[in-house]
């Protein structure tokens, strides 16, 4: 699996190391999310990954760097994922994990 960091490898290691273990039942690459509002399409964005626990539930999993964290344009799919994505699906847990 390609990852743009060393933090999003050790993520990914952590995670296959969790299904291994069989405490998750799978990951995979983040889908990307289409952010429409009103029928506009806002922004697009690609979560670094996709957990399927063993319950079948889902969880988006994003690895960030505290520096990158408050970034802007990370703010904003943050603000957008809490108030139209998780609403949308509120079964679906999303989890930022900072380096």
Do not use: W
């Not at 988006?60 to 904003?76: M, P, T």
Request: glycine fraction near 2%; hydrophobic fraction near 40%.
């Amino acid at each position: 699996m390609h990852c743009d960091s060393k933090h999003e490898a050790k993520c990914a290691a952590d995670l296959d190391y969790l299904k291994m273990a069989k405490q998750i039942k799978d990951f995979r690459r983040g889908k990307t999310i289409r952010f429409i509002i009103n029928d506009v399409l806002i922004t697009t964005y690609t979560p670094d990954f996709e957990v399927i626990h063993n319950d079948d539930t889902l969880e988006i999993v994003e690895a960030k760097g505290r520096f990158l964290l408050n970034e802007r344009s990370f703010r904003i799919i943050r603000n957008l994922m809490q108030a139209v994505y998780l609403k949308e699906n509120p079964t679906v847990k999303y989890r930022i994990v900072v380096n």
